[in-house]
Antibody
């Protein structure tokens, strides 16, 4: 069965950095786009970033562009999110999700499996 | 940037039909996906590509999309359907994925 397990969350000071990881199993990781989606406490879902199966295509939300970097290691079945220059408004549960891309690729993906999330708290 | 508008809340009696809307400019030209999120849990995909259901999602869940409104319909609502529901599209003009603000479904 598909499993996505996030790790790396925690408490960090404003301006600090954190690296999230997502360990995938139960499917051929290298065949799928992958996403990071976050949810601030008591708020709705916010898309953060996603990466194509090969890693050649990457998209970011405006709110994180230039500060966050998504990457993947298909040999390790792992997805990563490097978060720099963190701000209080980045405080959220971060979900890793498998993204189903349309035939031929492209951005019109939906998340068919989600991890349980990892909490990132940015506070002094 | 593209905006999706959902009603903050919808209430329905058990056994009745709930309709949750998702409004956006010419949303009918886009593919809409819907997620269900129960308290303390990760979201679950309930509808993709406007009206397709993943395996394991009851037939009571259906979707439609036309003009400026997409709709998630839940027939014969059960207490277990009480959750937050989110719509999502891809905005090709900005290369951004967009979520609606979410709708809290209350089963009376």
């Amino acid at each position: 069965q598909v499993q996505l397990v996030e790790s790396g969350g925690g408490l960090v000071k404003p301006g600090g950095s954190l690296r999230l990881s997502c360990a995938a199993s139960g499917f051929t990781f290298s065949d799928y786009y992958m996403s990071w989606i976050r949810q601030a406490p008591g708020k709705g879902l916010e898309w953060v970033s996603y990466i194509s199966s090969s890693g050649s295509t990457i998209y970011y939300a405006d709110s994180v562009k230039g500060r966050f970097t998504i990457s993947r290691d298909n040999a390790k079945n792992s997805l990563y999110l490097q978060m720099n220059s963190l701000r209080a408004e980045d405080t959220a549960v971060y979900y890793c999700a498998r993204a189903q891309a349309p035939p031929g690729g492209g951005g019109d993906c939906y998340a068919d499996y989600w991890g349980q999330g990892t909490l990132v708290t940015v506070s002094s | 940037s593209y905006v999706l508008t959902q009603p903050p809340s919808v209430s329905v009696a058990p056994g009745k039909t709930a309709r949750i809307t998702c409004g956006g400019n010419n949303i009918g030209s886009k593919s809409v996906h819907w997620y269900q999120q129960k308290p303390g849990q990760a979201p679950v995909l309930v509808i993709y590509y406007d009206s397709d259901r993943p395996s394991g999602i009851p037939e009571r869940f259906s979707g439609s999309n036309s003009g400026n409104t997409a709709t998630l319909t839940i027939s014969r609502v059960e207490a277990g359907d009480e959750a937050d529901y989110y719509c999502q599209v891809w905005d090709s003009s900005s290369d951004h994925q967009v979520f609606g603000g979410g709708t809290k479904l209350t089963v009376l």
